[in-house]
Structure formats: C-alpha cells, structure tokens
C-alpha cells in the first residue's frame, strides 16, 4: 500500500448525497491543518416523505383487466445522485479557478461512482489518492486523524 501524503495546499474533498466539505491544507504533508474553504449541505428527506406513496399501475394489453405495477421511484436516491453531479461541477469549478494541483477525494462508494463520471479528465488527473468511506458525519479534526492513520 502506498503511503498517503496530502501536500500544502492540496485539497481534500470530503462528501456524500447530501454534505459535501471542500478542505484545504494549510499545514504540510507531516502536520496537516485542514481548513473549511467551502460546505454544501442539502435536506434530503426519505422518498416515503417525498412522493406517491403507493406504486403507478401500467397496462400490458388493451384488456383493461391486466394490469402490472411499475417499480416506484427512489427519491431519495436520486436527490443523491443529483446533489453529487452539482457538487461534481462546484468541485471542477473551484479546482480550476484555485489551480488546485493535488486533490484527495473521501466519499462512500456510490458518491464516489458518481464523481468519477462526472468530473473532467482534467480534475480527474489531479487526484491522489480515493477513499472510499462516508466521513461527512466527523468534525474536521477528526477527519485529519484520519488522513493521518492512513497515512501510516
């Protein structure tokens, strides 16, 4: 395994479907200092919260007697799929206009999945290192901790 090494002035991007943390270090790669440039948080209640409750019905034929239910939509899942594209294109945006050259990506497998298709090979060439895990729910020191065991 390669040792992770976040540099002064790297970014690190900590998100899921519904918090994403933009940080930047202000430390260097033995003392890291994380420091807030930009955070996203949207409300994303359960679809039980959000739409029909019960399922569409579909006709199969034109006898009007058969009937097949159609698969319900997940909003919630989709409001996180929707919240990673914008935070994607916040992300590429604030990439190119900082020059950010180093770019450490934290996000759980299917925010990651989402981020990989939307963000530019340019922004893609600038990332480091991936982590696959939801850490939005941590302080930011707590983050730093992290980085720093895995690091070890």
């Given at each position: 395994?390669?040792?992770?090494?976040?540099?002064?002035?790297?970014?690190?991007?900590?998100?899921?479907?519904?918090?994403?943390?933009?940080?930047?270090?202000?430390?260097?790669?033995?003392?890291?200092?994380?420091?807030?440039?930009?955070?996203?948080?949207?409300e994303n209640p359960p679809s039980r919260e959000r739409g029909?409750?019960?399922?569409?019905?579909?006709?199969?034929?034109?006898?009007?007697?058969?009937?097949?239910?159609?698969?319900?939509?997940?909003?919630?899942?989709?409001?996180?799929?929707?919240?990673?594209?914008?935070?994607?294109?916040?992300?590429?945006?604030?990439?190119?206009?900082?020059?950010?050259?180093?770019?450490?990506?934290?996000?759980?497998?299917?925010?990651?999945?989402?981020?990989?298709?939307?963000?530019?090979?340019?922004?893609?060439?600038?990332?480091?290192?991936?982590?696959?895990?939801?850490?939005?729910?941590?302080?930011?020191?707590?983050?730093?901790?992290?980085?720093?065991?895995?690091?070890?």
């Amino acid at each position: 395994m390669t040792r992770l090494s976040i540099a002064h002035n790297a970014y690190v991007f900590v998100g899921d479907g519904r918090k994403a943390l933009f940080l930047r270090n202000d430390g260097d790669r033995a003392f890291l200092n994380l420091k807030a440039e930009k955070i996203f948080v949207e409300e994303n209640p359960p679809s039980r919260e959000r739409g029909p409750d019960r399922p569409g019905r579909e006709k199969m034929s034109a006898d009007e007697s058969i009937r097949s239910s159609m698969e319900p939509t997940d909003w919630h899942e989709l409001a996180k799929h929707e919240f990673a594209l914008r935070v994607a294109h916040a992300l590429d945006r604030l990439v190119r206009e900082r020059q950010v050259k180093d770019l450490i990506v934290i996000a759980p497998p299917r925010t990651l999945a989402d981020l990989r298709r939307t963000l530019s090979d340019d922004i893609k060439s600038r990332i480091r290192a991936e982590i696959e895990k939801d850490l939005t729910k941590m302080p930011i020191w707590e983050i730093e901790e992290h980085l720093r065991a895995e690091s070890d």
